[in-house]
């Protein structure tokens, strides 16, 4: 199994993620940010991923710097369980809905980060969640996975909605991308004969 577990402690935050890319869905979050908690688990879910996250972050300042390490944590979780991303099919990408919200995420395990994000949040927080953090999580994750992602929400007037269908159709897009193709074993997926 593609599996890695990953310790990041800084003096802002104390994180521990675990991953297995051929897992089930099945999640453990605890990270003092229920909102962010049931995005992660979108991840896991519709990636059909196993993830578990354990993280002390200075919430009392405010929850950026949890947010942006964790995200930095599973980027180099998701990495070092990749692996040397021979057989993988690279590519992927989703749209999904909720409601009247539209989210697409196509992304590319292409060795490089990137990150183009496109969403104008219809409020600024949900609950007490600062939603631009969303933005920061994905590029703490980008920077350290790896990949490139484009990120654009089509539609949607509920804040709620619009941050689940982005976290939902990465999940989505991630699972495609990292899918092994059996026409593929043992073949980098790149003229570069690297990712």
């Known amino acids: 199994m593609r599996s890695a577990e990953v310790v990041r402690n800084t ?5 521990t993620i675990a991953v297995n890319l051929d897992g089930s869905g ?7 940010l229920g909102f962010l908690d049931h995005m992660l688990d979108q991840i896991a879910r519709h990636g059909m991923m196993d993830i578990a996250v354990n993280a002390k972050g200075d ?4 929850a950026h710097h949890t947010v942006e390490d964790i995200g ?3 980027g ?3 990495a070092k369980a990749l ?4 057989g993988i099919r690279r590519y992927g990408h989703a749209y999904v809905p909720l409601d009247e919200a539209l989210s697409r995420v196509v992304l590319d395990v292409s060795g490089r980060p990137g990150l183009t994000f496109s969403c104008e949040f219809t409020r600024a927080a949900v609950g007490e969640f600062d939603v631009d953090l969303i933005h920061e999580f994905f590029q703490g994750f980008v920077n350290h996975a790896n990949v490139t992602l484009h990120v654009d929400n089509l539609k949607g ?16 897009a991630l699972r495609m991308a990292i899918e092994l193709d059996a026409r593929m074993t ?5 003229t570069k004969g690297s990712l």
């Open 11 to 15: 003096l802002e935050t104390q994180i």
């Open 26 to 32: 099945i999640s453990q979050f605890n990270t003092g």
């Open 59 to 62: 919430l009392h300042i405010d």
């Open 72 to 74: 930095i944590t599973l």
């Open 76 to 78: 180099l979780a998701f």
């Open 83 to 86: 692996g040397d991303k021979k």
């Open 157 to 172: 007037h509920n804040a709620h909605h619009q941050a689940e269908t982005i976290f939902k159709a990465f999940g989505r």
């Open 186 to 190: 043992g073949i980098m997926p790149s």
